[in-house]
Nanobody, 117 residues
Framework: QVQLVESGGGLVQAGGSLRLSCAASGTVFTVATVGWYRQAPGKQRELVATVASGGSTVYADSVKGRFTISRDNTKKTTYLQMNSLKPEDTGVYYC???????????WGQGTQVTVSS
């Protein structure tokens, strides 16, 4: 079983920065793809960014050039550095760990990010 604990959310003005962290328990982190997703009020949850076990990354078009995902396997932690934040980045941000085999997904409890204009 994997438990995820997110931190780093908060209220920030447009143009500001935040850094989210997601710490994982268990032993699957080093082989898993980890990612950040967000859900704005009244909208579906959407992909923000992922980083595979080998380090390759994927970003949503809306955050390219502003957000950076990274991982530290020794700490079993993934980070999301968010710069040049916009009001449309507001939402609950969730961390997800995807174990490749047998396939399983684990979600964190979410952390609120609010960007004021």
């Amino acid at each position: 079983q994997v438990q995820l604990v997110e931190s780093g959310g908060g209220l920030v003005q447009a143009g500001g920065s935040l850094r989210l962290s997601c710490a994982a328990s268990g032993t699957v982190f080093t082989v898993a793809t980890v990612g950040w997703y967000r859900q704005a009020p009244g909208k579906q949850r959407e992909l923000v960014a992922t980083v595979a076990s080998g380090g390759s990354t994927v970003y949503a078009d809306s955050v390219k050039g502003r957000f950076t995902i990274s991982r530290d396997n020794t700490k079993k932690t993934t980070y999301l550095q968010m710069n040049s934040l916009k009001p449309e980045d507001t939402g609950v941000y969730y961390c997800k760990v995807r174990r490749p085999w047998p396939v399983a997904e684990y979600w964190g409890q979410g952390t609120q990010v609010t960007v004021s204009s």
